[in-house]
């Protein structure tokens, strides 16, 4: 197979595996929120008994645990590139379909760990939006359907598995040769969670500190109405 003809069926089938892990990711494999924050509870000690508690604690806190989830994912996806890397080529689909799942439940986890829940369509919505952020997809023609979550949802990952393909058949090459493709594959997709983890991050912060300084000043104007109360 010549390098152009292998590139090319590399973006086809690229395109499908991480469109369909995305897909399982948002309809089989989504984080539980309860676990999860029984997690943030009993692994991080973190002081909340809902997911809207976060907005009163420390900021490095938070940071610290969003950190501790990148690197976990970030492991689990480079053990996960080796051995599938053993295989070169024949096993890059099945590699980028895991790996895309692995990244989704990251992105998700992201998302509570910064106070956003997933039960509305507006945050399921905005859930997609970061996904979209992480992967560097411009999505502002796709906003006007934000509201019709089951249109929306797959526009958006049918444009991340696009943009993410492009990014493997330019990165992902070496993978085509079977020498040392194991270590390739560690490799790229290590890179591949924290490329997008930095983005889907600066993302969920950044809404946080928005509704933070909103919590705070909710805080203030209602104190004197707590006062008195019995």
């Known amino acids: 197979m010549s390098e152009k003809r292998a590139k090319s ?4 089938h690229a395109e499908e595996a991480i469109r369909s892990g995305l897909t399982r ?3 089989t494999v989504k984080v539980n929120p309860d676990r999860f924050l ?3 509870r009993a692994a991080y000690g973190l002081p909340i008994a809902t997911f ?4 009163s604690v ?4 938070l940071d610290d645990v969003a950190e501790s989830v990148i690197r976990a994912a970030a492991k ?3 053990a996960e590139g080796a051995g599938f890397g053993l295989g070169g080529i024949l096993t890059i689909v099945p590699d980028l379909g895991i790996l895309s799942a692995i990244t989704m439940r990251m992105i998700q986890k992201l998302s509570l760990i910064y106070g956003f829940e997933m039960n509305t369509d507006d945050e399921i919505a905005e859930l ?4 979209a952020s992480a992967a560097g997809v411009d999505i502002s023609r796709e906003l006007l359907e934000k509201e019709v979550v089951n249109r929306f949802v797959p526009k958006v990952i049918q444009r991340i598995a696009a943009r993410a393909s492009a990014e493997v058949v330019e990165k992902w090459a070496g993978r085509l040769i079977p020498v040392a493709s194991s270590a390739i594959g560690c490799a790229l997709n290590y890179y591949f969670v924290r490329a997008w983890s930095g983005r889907a991050l600066a993302h969920f912060r950044s809404k946080h500190l928005t509704a933070r300084q ?3 000043e909710e805080q203030v104007s209602t104190a004197p109405l707590r006062r008195m109360l019995p």
């Open 9 to 12: 069926w590399l973006r086809r």
């Open 25 to 27: 990711a948002y309809e």
């Open 38 to 40: 029984f997690q943030l």
């Open 52 to 55: 809207h508690g976060v907005y």
């Open 58 to 61: 420390e900021m490095s806190r």
């Open 76 to 78: 689990l996806a480079a």
């Open 128 to 131: 997609w939006i970061a996904a």
């Open 214 to 216: 909103k919590f705070l």
